[in-house]
């Protein structure tokens, strides 16, 4: 049954319906092959035939009339007259013949009009009887069965052109009245052909066979295999997602389970920091205290990036839009990494148009995508570098967001690879800047659900710039009125 389904299966898939197509094309090719092989060896059949025919007659011919003449010369009267002699010379010839597939040569007189041999057969009687009235009959030649047995025939129309030979068919049959030009007959050869055509048929069908085999066999292997490989891809990319769904889960479960204690951590130790409830006695548990409670927010932070990442990679992360102004978005980030820009002694440059119109989005994520990039860049780049934000739009372009910095660089060949999660370019357990890798990912997973791009440029030891572009239906042009008012 398993095997009957995915028979089935097999045939109902694309792969299916092209064995199908293909069986079909080696089948009409088979019969192409066979049948263009058929006629070409029944042409080169009846192209032999024929010359061996003419041949014959040509031999009959020359016989024939060579005796006529020798009668005239020696006033032989007595001697059979030329169509009797050249009747008994045939019936000799076929008889000297023997073998029944042997070619036959017969010369026929009309239906009620013969001397020797009448029409052997009403087809032949017929064809005799078609030459009559023509001023230049052809001969006729055609497959016929005789007895059961498939010949190849030629009649030769036999014309009087001579008056001496109309002169003795009037003597022998002086009712008829031959006149010159009459038709008096007909030669006929039959060629056997039955074993000949039963052994070509027979070579034709093997021919065909085979080109059926041939196409027929690699279609269906090249269909098969596609099949088998196709199906073993998505049997691999279900288990790929089943695991991956697996697998986000329980990072969101986790992270669930984690921020409960963590956020008693942060509260706790914030509390602690600032002795809500007395002061501390020692002065030296002061560092300590800091140190947790930075460490907590560290930790809440990559506990919640990998929660934003496992919904995003679930498809469950969803978009709160409202209109906002991203010079807003940048002014915050600002002040958040304004510290880190001046304790590690570098400089901003923030490059925004005037009338950049707001954008309908989800502020909060935006806003994260910038401070993501921001602290890469900050934490990339070496003292007395610089950190460039700016932007340009268009009506049919959109927004672009371009955040450059002159840090350390990424290698072209890791370009793609710290776009995936958990990857950075120095992997090795002593890397000098600490990170989760999933800065990047979540960057793009955030501006991908807004329908935008994300793409890096980078040259070691020169800078690295992240190109942001979100489409022109996220411009929202018709709301700069309503801004400028509130703003006011």
């Given at each position: 049954m398993q095997r009957r389904a995915a028979t089935m299966a097999f045939l109902r898939s694309r792969e299916g319906f092209g064995l199908i197509g293909i069986v079909v094309f080696a089948a009409a090719l088979a019969v192409i092959a066979g049948e263009g092989f058929y006629q070409a060896s029944l042409r080169a059949f009846v192209e032999n035939k024929t010359d061996e025919k003419a041949t014959a007659l040509q031999l009959v011919d020359a016989f024939v009339s060579n005796y006529s003449n020798l009668r005239k010369e020696l006033d032989a009267d007595r001697a059979p007259v030329p169509a009797t002699f050249r009747a008994h010379s045939i019936a000799l010839f076929n008889h000297a013949r023997g073998a029944e597939n042997a070619m036959r040569v017969q010369w026929i007189g009309r239906a009620g009009r013969s001397i020797a041999t009448p029409p052997s057969d009403s087809p032949m009687a017929d064809v005799i009887e078609s030459f009559v009235g023509k001023s230049d009959p052809m001969p006729v030649s055609g497959f016929v069965t005789i007895g059961g047995d498939q010949v190849f025939r030629t009649v030769y129309p036999s014309v009087a052109h001579d008056q001496s030979c109309v002169d003795c068919h009037n003597r022998i049959q002086p009712e008829q009245s031959w006149q010159l030009n009459d038709v008096m007959g007909a030669f006929s050869i039959d060629a056997p052909a039955g074993p000949f055509l039963h052994g070509l048929r027979l070579e034709c069908a093997g021919i065909g066979l085979v080109v059926f085999l041939l196409i027929g066999g690699v279609g269906t292997w090249v269909s098969v295999t596609h099949h088998r490989r196709i199906a073993e891809r998505e049997r691999a990319q279900q288990k790929a997602e089943s695991a991956n769904r697996a697998k986000s889960s329980f990072l969101a479960t986790m992270s669930h389970e984690l921020r409960t204690p963590l956020n008693a951590i942060i509260g706790f130790s914030d509390m602690m920091k600032s002795q809500v409830l007395g002061p501390i006695g020692n002065e030296r548990y002061h560092p300590y205290i800091d140190n947790i409670h930075d460490s907590g927010e560290h930790?809440?932070?990559?506990?919640?990036?990998?929660?934003?990442?496992?919904?995003?990679?679930?498809?469950?992360?969803?978009?709160?839009?409202?209109?906002?102004?991203?010079?807003?978005?940048?002014?915050?980030v600002r002040q958040l990494t304004s510290g880190r820009l001046v304790a590690g002694g570098l400089t901003e440059k923030i490059d925004l148009p005037p009338d950049l119109p707001p954008l309908r989005g989800d502020e909060r994520k935006l806003k994260q995508v910038l401070l993501n990039l921001m602290s890469n860049a900050v934490k990339f780049t070496a003292p007395g570098g610089t950190i460039e934000i700016s932007a340009r739009f268009d009506h049919k372009q959109g927004l672009t967001l371009i955040i450059a910095d002159s840090g350390i660089g990424i290698p072209g060949e890791d370009l793609d690879r710290v776009l995936k999660p958990f990857e950075q370019v120095d992997s090795s357990l002593s890397r000098q800047h600490a990170g989760t890798g999933l800065g990047l990912p979540l960057v793009r997973a955030m501006i991908e659900l807004h329908g935008g791009t994300v793409t890096l440029n980078s040259i070691v030891g020169v800078g690295t710039q992240v190109i942001i572009t979100l489409p022109a239906e996220r411009l929202a042009y018709d709301m700069v009125p309503a801004l400028l008012s509130d703003a006011a």
């Amino acid at each position: 049954m398993q095997r009957r389904a995915a028979t089935m299966a097999f045939l109902r898939s694309r792969e299916g319906f092209g064995l199908i197509g293909i069986v079909v094309f080696a089948a009409a090719l088979a019969v192409i092959a066979g049948e263009g092989f058929y006629q070409a060896s029944l042409r080169a059949f009846v192209e032999n035939k024929t010359d061996e025919k003419a041949t014959a007659l040509q031999l009959v011919d020359a016989f024939v009339s060579n005796y006529s003449n020798l009668r005239k010369e020696l006033d032989a009267d007595r001697a059979p007259v030329p169509a009797t002699f050249r009747a008994h010379s045939i019936a000799l010839f076929n008889h000297a013949r023997g073998a029944e597939n042997a070619m036959r040569v017969q010369w026929i007189g009309r239906a009620g009009r013969s001397i020797a041999t009448p029409p052997s057969d009403s087809p032949m009687a017929d064809v005799i009887e078609s030459f009559v009235g023509k001023s230049d009959p052809m001969p006729v030649s055609g497959f016929v069965t005789i007895g059961g047995d498939q010949v190849f025939r030629t009649v030769y129309p036999s014309v009087a052109h001579d008056q001496s030979c109309v002169d003795c068919h009037n003597r022998i049959q002086p009712e008829q009245s031959w006149q010159l030009n009459d038709v008096m007959g007909a030669f006929s050869i039959d060629a056997p052909a039955g074993p000949f055509l039963h052994g070509l048929r027979l070579e034709c069908a093997g021919i065909g066979l085979v080109v059926f085999l041939l196409i027929g066999g690699v279609g269906t292997w090249v269909s098969v295999t596609h099949h088998r490989r196709i199906a073993e891809r998505e049997r691999a990319q279900q288990k790929a997602e089943s695991a991956n769904r697996a697998k986000s889960s329980f990072l969101a479960t986790m992270s669930h389970e984690l921020r409960t204690p963590l956020n008693a951590i942060i509260g706790f130790s914030d509390m602690m920091k600032s002795q809500v409830l007395g002061p501390i006695g020692n002065e030296r548990y002061h560092p300590y205290i800091d140190n947790i409670h930075d460490s907590g927010e560290h930790l809440l932070q990559i506990i919640t990036d990998i929660l934003d990442l496992s919904k995003a990679e679930a498809g469950k992360l969803d978009l709160n839009e409202d209109i906002f102004d991203l010079r807003d978005i940048v002014r915050s980030v600002r002040q958040l990494t304004s510290g880190r820009l001046v304790a590690g002694g570098l400089t901003e440059k923030i490059d925004l148009p005037p009338d950049l119109p707001p954008l309908r989005g989800d502020e909060r994520k935006l806003k994260q995508v910038l401070l993501n990039l921001m602290s890469n860049a900050v934490k990339f780049t070496a003292p007395g570098g610089t950190i460039e934000i700016s932007a340009r739009f268009d009506h049919k372009q959109g927004l672009t967001l371009i955040i450059a910095d002159s840090g350390i660089g990424i290698p072209g060949e890791d370009l793609d690879r710290v776009l995936k999660p958990f990857e950075q370019v120095d992997s090795s357990l002593s890397r000098q800047h600490a990170g989760t890798g999933l800065g990047l990912p979540l960057v793009r997973a955030m501006i991908e659900l807004h329908g935008g791009t994300v793409t890096l440029n980078s040259i070691v030891g020169v800078g690295t710039q992240v190109i942001i572009t979100l489409p022109a239906e996220r411009l929202a042009y018709d709301m700069v009125p309503a801004l400028l008012s509130d703003a006011a």
